[in-house]
T-cell receptor, first 115, second 118 residues
Framework: AQSVAQPEDQVNVAEGNPLTVKCTYS??????LFWYVQYPNRGLQFLLK??????LVKGSYGFEAEFNKSQTSFHLKKPSALVSDSALYFC?????????????FGSGTKLNVKP | NAGVTQTPKFQVLKTGQSMTLQCAQD?????MYWYRQDPGMGLRLIYY???????DKGEVPNGYNVSRLNKREFSLRLESAAPSQTSVYFC?????????????????FGDGTRLSIL
């Protein structure tokens, strides 16, 4: 089965500094990867996805993600963090073949941006 | 545009009671999902429905049943609630299976049902 791992439970960054939230994946076949954000007491919101093509994917709210096939990573990045970016972030991978409608989520990374 | 609507938002049950969580989407999506979210474990798939009339088990289906009532609605039932089922439950939906970028559309989530079982 496919899987993703988010090695950091929490990431702390000062406002205005760049941020990175890490994700590594394990898939058989081509990876289809997603990032979501969750604010308190809300559902997940889609940020961006990698399907194929450019290794740098741009998404909502100024976020981008870098796909690295050799390192099996899909790290979420933002050049300048905002306090309002503080939230829980999830990486997800789509299954393949007959199970293409199934998704597997990481355990989540809490991002704290301090003023 | 409501998106994905879940009811109720909160519920407290006693062990052994039954309950149905409701989910409805107004985006004409074919695929619908039920997840549970527990601290440190991310989201785990309970059941999903790729299209109207079909349902499939996910990672943690034991203790749950689902019904795809029509294209809009997908319900999750706990027949005999257990404390281990205390969790936040999320429903999600996704774009049609066929046509266009069918395999790679993201999921749209409701705001969850917070369920406590005593």
């Amino acid at each position: 089965a496919q899987s993703v791992a988010q090695p950091e439970d929490q990431v702390n960054v000062a406002e205005g500094n760049p941020l990175t939230v890490k994700c590594t994946y394990s898939v058989s076949g081509n990876p289809y990867l997603f990032w979501y954000v969750q604010y308190p007491n809300r559902g997940l919101q889609f940020l961006l996805k990698y399907i194929t093509g450019d290794n740098l994917v741009k998404g909502s709210y100024g976020f981008e993600a870098e796909f690295n096939k050799s390192q099996t990573s899909f790290h979420l990045k933002k050049p300048s963090a905002l306090v309002s970016d503080s939230a829980l972030y999830f990486c997800a991978v789509r299954d393949t073949g007959y199970n293409f409608n199934k998704f597997y989520f990481g355990s989540g990374t809490k991002l704290n941006v301090k003023p | 545009n409501a998106g994905v609507t879940q009811t109720p938002k909160f519920q407290v049950l006693k062990t052994g009671q039954s309950m149905t969580l409701q989910c409805a989407q107004d985006m004409n999506h074919n695929s619908m999902y039920w997840y549970r979210q527990d601290p440190g474990m991310g989201l785990r798939l309970i059941y999903y429905s790729a299209s109207e009339g079909t349902t499939d088990k996910g990672e943690v289906p034991n203790g749950y049943n689902v019904s795809r009532l029509n294209k809009r609605e997908f319900s999750l039932r706990l027949e005999s609630a257990a404390p281990s089922q205390t969790s936040v439950y999320f429903c999600a939906s996704r774009s049609p299976v066929h046509g266009g970028d069918w395999g790679n559309q993201p999921q749209h989530f409701g705001d969850g049902t917070r369920l406590s079982i005593l």
